[in-house]
């Protein structure tokens, strides 16, 4: 069966990285465009960026500049390489596998979620 598991989430000081990964599994990695969503404690799920194969990449206009997504097919893993991190970024971050078809900021156009990871940055 299909299954996404996050990684790399923390605590980490305002202006600080962190790196997060998504390993898959039960469906063939290298077809499917890959997404990274977050929840903020009382707000709704929200986009933050896209991978189209490996040469159309899509971010949220709040991450734009400091996060970059990337994806390594033979690893079967999509990462989320976080950058001058805000205490605004802090959510639960959860990667997302996207059907074949549909718009790439939408939550409804991915069909699998993994359990989602913390990440917490403190001001």
């Known amino acids: 069966q299909v299954q996404l598991v996050e990684s790399g989430g923390g605590l980490v000081q305002a202006g600080g990285s962190l790196r997060l990964s998504c390993a898959a599994s039960g469906f063939t990695f290298g077809s499917y465009p890959m997404g990274w969503f977050r929840q903020a404690p009382g707000k709704e799920r929200e986009f933050v960026s896209a991978i189209i194969w490996s040469d159309g990449t899509y971010y949220a206009d709040s991450v734009k500049g400091r996060f970059s997504i990337s994806r390594d097919d033979a690893k079967n893993t999509v990462y989320l390489q976080m950058s001058n991190l805000k205490p605004e970024d802090t959510a639960v971050y959860y990667c997302?596998?996207?059907?074949?078809?549909?718009?790439?900021?939408?939550?409804?156009?991915?069909?699998?979620w993994g359990q989602g990871t913390q990440v917490t940055v403190s001001s």
């Open positions: 997302a596998r996207r059907r074949p078809s549909g718009r790439y900021s939408e939550g409804g156009s991915y069909d699998y």
